[in-house]
C-alpha cells in the first residue's frame, strides 16, 4: 500500500492519501478515506492546485465560474459551497438549451447559451474526450470568458498517442458514426454512459493553439504536495 499525508487542494486540510502504488493503480484510485467532499478523486486535486496557482482564495471566491458536467464529489462540491456565483451546466440534447435541468442549466457546449465575455473561470474534468467538435466548444468558452480569463480542464492524454484522432462522428442528418469498437465513460446523468468521441495525444495543445485564440500550457503531476500522482494527471490550462 502506498500512503503519505499531504494537505488537500480542495479543502485545504491535511489528510492520509492512499493507493496500491504511486502510479500504475489508475487515475481515480488514490483518495482519502476521511474526504469531507464525497471522495475526491486525482484529476479534482489536480484541477483545484492548478486554480489555486492561477486564483487567489479571495479571487477564486469572488469569480464567476462555470463547470460543465460536474460529478457529485471533490471540487464541485467545493466550489458549490463556496462560491456565489458557480454555475454548472449539463447536457440533456431533448430539453431546451438555457433551462435548468435536475439541477443543471442545460448547455451544448459547441452552442452556449450563455453571454460574451460572463466567466473569470471555466472548468471541465474529462468532458472534452466525448464531444464531437470539441474546438469549436472550446471556441464558445473563450467567447464566455472575460478578458484575461482561464480555462482549466482534465482530459485523458495517452502517452503512447502523439496524433489525436477521433473516433465517432456525427453527420448532419444526426447519425453517428464509430470507428472501431465504441467506448463509453461513466456519466452520473446517463445510465447508459457517455460516448468516447475522440482519443488525445501529445498534440492537442498545438491543436489547441491552431484552433482557437487560446495560449495553451500544460501541468503534468507527480505530486504529493497537490495529491495528484499517477498516469493521466494533465491539467491544460487555457488563457484569454
Not at 438549451?97 to 451544448?108: C, R, W, Y
Not at 452552442?111 to 467538435?133: K, M, N, P, S
Not at 442528418?173 to 457517455?194: F, L
Request: hydrophobic residues 35%.
Amino acid at each position: 500500500m502506498y500512503e503519505f499525508k499531504s494537505q488537500c487542494p480542495i479543502c485545504c486540510t491535511e489528510k492520509t492519501f492512499r493507493a496500491a502504488d504511486d502510479f500504475w493503480s489508475g487515475r481515480d484510485r488514490l483518495g482519502s478515506p476521511d474526504c469531507p467532499y464525497g471522495g475526491c478523486v486525482t484529476r479534482e486535486r489536480a484541477l483545484a492546485f492548478v486554480i489555486r496557482t492561477e486564483l487567489s482564495n479571495d479571487s477564486l471566491l469572488k469569480a464567476k465560474i462555470h463547470e460543465s458536467s460536474p460529478a457529485n464529489r471533490g471540487i464541485a462540491w467545493w466550489l458549490s459551497e463556496n462560491c456565489p456565483d458557480y454555475v454548472c451546466s449539463g447536457y440533456f440534447p431533448n430539453e431546451p438549451f438555457g433551462t435548468v435541468v435536475k439541477g443543471l442549466q442545460n448547455e451544448d457546449l459547441e452552442h452556449q447559451t450563455f453571454g460574451r465575455g460572463v466567466f473569470d473561470l471555466v472548468i471541465h474534468l474529462d468532458v472534452l474526450e466525448h464531444v464531437f467538435a470539441p474546438f469549436q466548444a472550446l471556441r464558445e468558452i473563450y467567447r464566455t470568458l472575460k478578458p484575461g480569463g482561464k480555462c482549466c480542464f482534465s482530459v485523458p492524454t495517452y502517452d503512447d498517442k502523439f496524433a489525436s484522432q477521433q473516433v465517432a462522428f456525427r453527420h448532419a442528418d444526426g447519425k453517428i458514426e464509430i470507428i472501431g469498437e465504441p467506448e463509453y465513460h461513466h456519466n452520473p446523468t446517463v445510465a447508459a454512459g457517455s460516448l468516447v468521441t475522440w482519443r488525445y495525444g501529445y498534440d492537442l495543445p498545438l491543436l489547441i493553439s491552431r484552433e482557437t485564440n487560446f495560449d495553451v500550457e500544460v501541468r503534468r503531476f507527480q505530486s504529493k504536495r497537490a495529491a495528484a500522482v499517477g498516469k493521466m494527471t494533465e491539467i491544460y490550462v487555457l488563457s484569454k
